[in-house]
């Protein structure tokens, strides 16, 4: 099982990033680990906080990676305790809360999904949120900038995928045999959509 260690300062940057027009004149503190509500999963996952300030002015950016959620706050969510090597679920992601060197991590796992038929557009929508949350943070960037558009069913080259079309010719592919997901440049001459 693939396993990652979320890097909070790539977060901090990243969000900085997304969020540079709200922010203007606000200085960023320290990434902190904390506990999150997910209104998908009905319960708390690990996330990242980040508190931003301007003189009297508080926002507290937000990044949930079993989400793969960013947000902005003017008012910090009640947060409840984490404990130390629990392990939260969401979707076919799962998160630890690590302590070393007296720092907290969030570690990353993605369950064995492949070799299972990817049945439906939702399923696809998870395991393509699932995908780029263990990517590297460029990847995570860009999926924030640019909104996902519908999945929709195609073929390319005798295959079926669910296809998420996301930046020019670049697309997020499922395919529905073996749940397997890429992120690849393709021409729209190679796209047969099935209605």
């Not at 099982?1 to 200085?27: P, S, W």
Request: glycine residues 4%; hydrophobic residues 40%.
């Amino acid at each position: 099982m693939e396993r990652k260690i979320v890097n909070a300062e790539a977060v901090k940057t990243m969000l900085a990033n997304l969020f540079a027009d709200e922010l203007q004149g606000f200085k960023l503190g320290t990434p902190e680990v904390k506990l999150l509500f997910s209104t998908s999963a009905l319960d708390y996952v690990p996330g990242i906080v980040i508190t931003a300030q301007k003189q009297d002015e508080v926002k507290y950016l937000i990044y949930s990676p079993l989400q793969m959620s960013i947000n902005i706050f003017e008012e910090m969510p009640e947060t409840p305790e984490y404990e130390i090597g629990k392990t939260y679920h969401q979707g076919v992601l799962s998160a630890e809360i690590i302590k070393e060197n007296q720092e907290l991590y969030i570690a990353l796992s993605q369950d064995s999904f492949t070799k299972k038929r990817c049945k439906n557009k939702e399923q696809a929508e998870m395991l393509i949120k699932a995908f780029v949350a263990m990517s590297d943070i460029s990847l995570q960037q860009d999926y924030f900038k640019i909104p996902g558009q519908e999945i929709v069913s195609a073929q390319i080259e005798n295959l079926q995928y669910w296809l998420m079309p996301h930046r020019g010719n670049n697309v997020f592919l499922v395919n529905k045999n073996n749940s397997q997901v890429t992120y690849t440049t393709v021409r729209l001459q190679q796209i047969r959509i099935i209605p």
